[in-house]
């Protein structure tokens, strides 16, 4: 019998929820036995790959490369899990949905600069009108609250889903 397909993607965030996944400790050994880690931080694979069991996307859709990344997530993974609050409500990243992202651009590459002020080209991916949450885009089929999850809300998840359970998450308040 093989083992269920992990994969991990960081959106627009700040990796937090990756670094609580770490926290886990002798824990994530336990969960690197019981599943295949085929994408992520994790390990070296460039493309996302097909029949993905569990992925847990960390952060908002606030770019084009974002967009594209969680089409393409949802289509290969049979479990997607919305893996904090960025990617739950969009929280840090959504604050500039009331500013723009012409105004941010400009206070971050051209006011703020004092060598070379310009606007990034196009080797960076173009900001979306607004950051959304992963399920504003796509189906989720899992939401981990917290900035960032805890690991053992995290470790707690992913024993679950690869024992096949449902986890609850319902009401779970993480402070990190």
Same mark, same amino acid.
């Given at each position: 019998?093989s083992?269920?397909?992990?994969?991990?993607?960081?959106?627009d965030?700040?990796?937090?929820?990756?670094m609580?996944?770490?926290?886990?400790? &002798?824990?994530?050994?336990?969960?690197? &036995?019981?599943?295949?880690i085929?994408?992520?931080?994790?390990v070296?694979?460039?493309e996302?790959? &097909?029949?993905?069991d569990?992925?847990?996307?960390e952060?908002?859709?606030?770019?084009?490369?974002?967009?594209?990344?969680?089409?393409?997530?949802?289509?290969?993974?049979?479990?997607?899990?919305s893996?904090?609050d960025?990617?739950?409500?969009?929280?840090?990243p959504?604050?500039?949905?009331?500013?723009g992202?012409?105004?941010?651009? &400009?206070?971050?590459?051209?006011?703020?600069?004092?060598?070379n002020?310009?606007?990034?080209?196009?080797?960076?991916?173009?900001l979306l009108?607004?950051?959304?949450?992963?399920?504003?885009?796509?189906?989720?089929?899992?939401?981990v609250?917290?900035?960032?999850?805890?690991?053992d809300?995290?470790?707690s998840?992913?024993?679950?889903?690869i024992?096949?359970?449902?986890?609850?998450t319902?009401?779970?308040?993480?402070f990190g």
């Amino acid at each position: 019998m093989s083992k269920p397909r992990l994969a991990t993607i960081w959106l627009d965030g700040c990796s937090g929820c990756h670094m609580s996944l770490l926290d886990m400790d &002798e824990r994530l050994l336990d969960i690197t &036995e019981r599943v295949d880690i085929v994408y992520g931080a994790l390990v070296d694979i460039k493309e996302f790959p &097909e029949d993905v069991d569990v992925t847990l996307v960390e952060g908002a859709i606030s770019s084009e490369d974002d967009l594209r990344k969680i089409y393409e997530v949802r289509r290969n993974t049979r479990i997607l899990v919305s893996l904090g609050d960025c990617a739950v409500t969009s929280n840090v990243p959504g604050m500039r949905n009331q500013i723009g992202p012409a105004a941010i651009l &400009e206070r971050a590459y051209l006011e703020n600069v004092t060598i070379n002020p310009q606007l990034p080209g196009p080797m960076v991916p173009r900001l979306l009108a607004m950051s959304r949450p992963v399920h504003a885009v796509v189906k989720v089929d899992v939401f981990v609250p917290g900035c960032p999850p805890s690991a053992d809300l995290i470790h707690s998840v992913l024993d679950d889903l690869i024992s096949g359970r449902v986890p609850v998450t319902a009401g779970v308040t993480c402070f990190g």
